[in-house]
């Protein structure tokens, strides 16, 4: 039997975690299903998403929405205990270069009047700036974008801020720890956030609670209008 989990708190608060799942050969279903039970999210973002997993709502119940990537094994992929709208893909800036990469996308998903984008970004410090102002001018209202930035720096602009834990999420090749999956956001708060051991996968889960930021405003063409006078 599926586990019950409550409804999202009463006080708005709403628990995300993320996870690059590595593939083929980092976590599966089974893994995936502990890490539901164990800190148990209002929103579970996934990246490097294979087909395996999608009998997860048979261990853990729930809402499973997955979008493959072109040319790729794996996909984004997002999981909740509550309903949500279906999620959309938008289809993110790539590189004109000979040897390119197919072009990545993001999971757009509407959850209690937040918009959030899952990501999994290119590589190329340019792009994936590029590729984060091209997410951020379809986003309206409470916003944030999760995920695999694969970014070395600062990366809030446009509103958004850096509001995910400091610790570093990924090793490459065990030598260089690097913190590479990062939550922005825009018009919201992180109460809470942790980095969590890595398990099979090169990546750690990251948890955030968040709410709503009662002081965010958001811009109307009235605001728009008096900012042009």
């Not at 050969?25 to 209002?42: N, Q, T």
């Not at 004109?96 to 590589?123: D, E, M, Y």
């Not at 825009?186 to 109460?191: I, K």
Request: a positive charge; glycine letters at 8%; charged letters at 15%.
């Amino acid at each position: 039997m599926a586990p019950h989990f409550p409804n999202p708190s009463p006080e708005g608060r709403l628990r995300v975690v993320s996870w690059n799942l590595l593939r083929r050969i980092g976590a599966g279903v089974d893994d995936v299903a502990k890490l539901v039970k164990s800190h148990h999210p209002d929103l579970l973002l996934l990246q490097e998403c294979t087909e395996d997993i999608v009998t997860l709502p048979n261990l853990v119940g729930g809402h499973f929405f997955r979008h493959p990537m072109q040319s790729r094994i794996y996909g984004l992929a997002a999981w909740s205990p509550h309903p949500f709208p279906q999620s959309t893909a938008l289809r993110l800036p790539y590189s004109i270069l000979p040897g390119r990469v197919p072009p990545r996308l993001a999971q757009i998903i509407s959850f209690h009047g937040i918009t959030i984008a899952n990501v999994h970004l290119s590589h190329g410090q340019f792009l994936n700036r590029f590729q984060l102002r091209h997410i951020m001018e379809q986003m309206s209202g409470p916003a944030a974008i999760i995920g695999d930035f694969n970014a070395v720096g600062p990366v809030g602009f446009q509103g958004f801020s850096d509001i995910g834990p400091r610790l570093r999420t990924h090793r490459a090749g065990n030598i260089i720890a690097l913190r590479l999956d990062r939550c922005i956001a825009r018009g919201l708060v992180c109460s809470a956030s942790e980095v969590l051991d890595k398990g099979p996968s090169d990546h750690h889960p990251m948890v955030l609670d968040m709410r709503v930021d009662t002081a965010f405003h958001t811009p109307t063409l009235e605001d728009s209008t008096l900012l042009a006078l």
